[in-house]
């Protein structure tokens, strides 16, 4: 089983301000089968980012993604007020499919 | 307008059994696989299961394996989870999810099992 560790646990941050999400893959993952999520209280998730760094339909540009060997990273350039929510990294290259513990991004 | 929707959620007791079922509508449903994806109370996610476009290959996390059973029906547009043997730590939120990448989620419907 593919384990993915989210870091930090929580950001404090500020609108405006650019948001640094981690998540760590225990073994390789392609780039093609890792995902973001993005889950606001009461909601279901919603996809953001497939195959590591392509948005999803509809999704703003100041939310990126990239891959460096099993470490994977979430950027959110400048925070808007929505974008306080919780995020979760996933892949699903072999069964069983794999969530982050996830993120959770605070007003500061 | 192309969405998911959960039903069949409820109280159950321990060793009680439940089917959930997912309405698929604005797509067509044979053309993806299909996944469960469930939410205990303020914990994150894990996915349960999921299922090819045609239903000849199905899997599922150890956790809920030779209890739980997906299955579609790709003429009514829906899918399901028949889940038996229900224990406490299955309280969740389930989801149904369209394709491997998550792209689309229902809802939700909630699972709680307690006496």
Redesign the interface.
């Known amino acids: 089983e593919i384990v993915l560790t989210q870091s930090p646990g929580t950001l404090s941050l500020s609108p405006g301000e650019r948001a640094t999400l981690s998540c760590r893959a225990s073994q390789s993952v392609s780039s093609t089968y890792l995902t973001w999520y993005q889950q606001k209280p009461g909601q279901a998730p919603r996809l953001l980012i497939y195959g590591a760094s392509s948005r999803a339909t509809g999704i703003p540009d100041r939310f990126s993604g990239s891959r460096s060997g099993t470490d994977f990273t979430l950027t959110i350039s400048r925070l808007e007020p929505e974008d306080f929510a919780v995020y979760y990294c996933q892949q699903y290259g072999s069964p069983p499919y794999t969530f982050g513990q996830g993120t959770k991004v605070e007003i500061k | 307008e192309v969405q998911l929707v959960e039903s069949g959620g409820g109280l159950v007791q321990p060793g009680g059994s439940l089917r959930l079922s997912c309405a698929a509508s604005g797509f067509t449903l044979s053309n993806h696989w299909m ?1 469960w994806v469930r939410q205990a109370p303020g914990k ?4 349960v299961a ?1 299922i090819k476009e045609d239903g000849s290959d199905k ?4 956790s809920v394996k030779g209890r739980f059973t997906i299955s579609r029906d790709n003429a009514k547009n829906s899918l399901y989870l028949q889940m038996n043997s229900l224990r406490a730590e299955d309280t969740a939120m389930y ?1 149904c999810a369209r394709k ?9 419907t909630m699972v709680t099992v307690s006496s």
Do not use: R
Request: glycine share 16%; hydrophobic share 30%.
């Open positions: 996944s994150g996610l894990e996915w999921n899997y599922y996390v150890d989801y491997n990448s998550f792209d689309l989620w229902g809802q939700g």
